[in-house]
T-cell receptor, first 114, second 115 residues
């Protein structure tokens, strides 16, 4: 069975500071990993995904994530936070043959201080 | 652009009512999903469908049913709404084949309040 752990529920950074949102996964087969972002009162938007090509994945809005099999991690980073990055972020995992079914973490709310 | 449209953004229903949440996608996707989102619990899968008239239970199907009579439309049904079903409901779709990390596209969500 697949699962995702996002430790903590809230991260606060200053504008211009590094953003680091952690995600660890559990999967019995090689996983596909995703980060989604949700802005207030909206649905989820794909930030980036790992599908067994390059381990460092670049996404939209300057975000990137690195797949580390040895650590079963897929942490999301951005070098310099912007006020518009304030949102909720979800890590998700799916497995081959699972009809794209995603299992989500509980989400992390990112706040950006001026 | 892929569009997943949920017919109602905000609904208020009474306990015991039958509730229909409708979802339509315009990209000819095979797979469609209904998730429920609650604070601190993330998104949990209620039901999904990988073909017309096909459905499979997700992690929390109790109290819900679904209908997929046409490829583009996937309905979530609450047979007898209860207050613990007050939540945000998200519909999503994706194409096949699964297993290649296909992106799932989400609608904007339906906020359901059961009073």
């Amino acid at each position: 069975a697949q699962s995702v752990t996002q430790l903590g529920s809230h991260v606060s950074v200053s504008e211009g500071a590094l953003v680091l949102l952690r995600c660890n996964y559990s999967s019995s087969v090689p996983p596909y990993l995703f980060w989604y972002v949700q802005y207030p009162n909206q649905g989820l938007q794909l930030l980036l995904k790992y599908t067994s090509a390059a381990t460092l994945v670049k996404g939209i809005n300057g975000f990137e994530a690195e797949f580390k099999k040895s650590e079963t991690s897929f942490h999301l980073t951005k070098p310099s936070a912007h006020m518009s990055d304030a949102a909720e972020y979800f890590c998700a995992v799916s497995e081959a043959g699972a009809n794209s079914k995603l299992t989500f973490g509980k989400g992390i709310t990112l706040s950006v201080r001026p | 652009d892929v569009k997943v449209t949920q017919s109602s953004r905000y609904l208020v229903k009474r306990t015991g009512e039958k509730v229909f949440l409708e979802c339509v996608q315009d990209m000819d996707h095979e797979n469609m999903f209904w998730y429920r989102q609650d604070p601190g619990l993330g998104l949990r899968l209620i039901y999904f469908s990988y073909d017309v008239k096909m459905k499979e239970k997700g992690d929390i199907p109790e109290g819900y049913s679904v209908s997929r009579e046409k490829k583009e439309r996937f309905s979530l049904i609450l047979e007898s709404a209860s207050t613990n079903q007050t939540s945000m409901y998200l519909c999503a779709s994706s194409t096949n084949p699964g297993g290649t990390g296909n992106t799932i596209y989400f609608g904007e969500g339906s906020w359901l309040t059961v009073v």
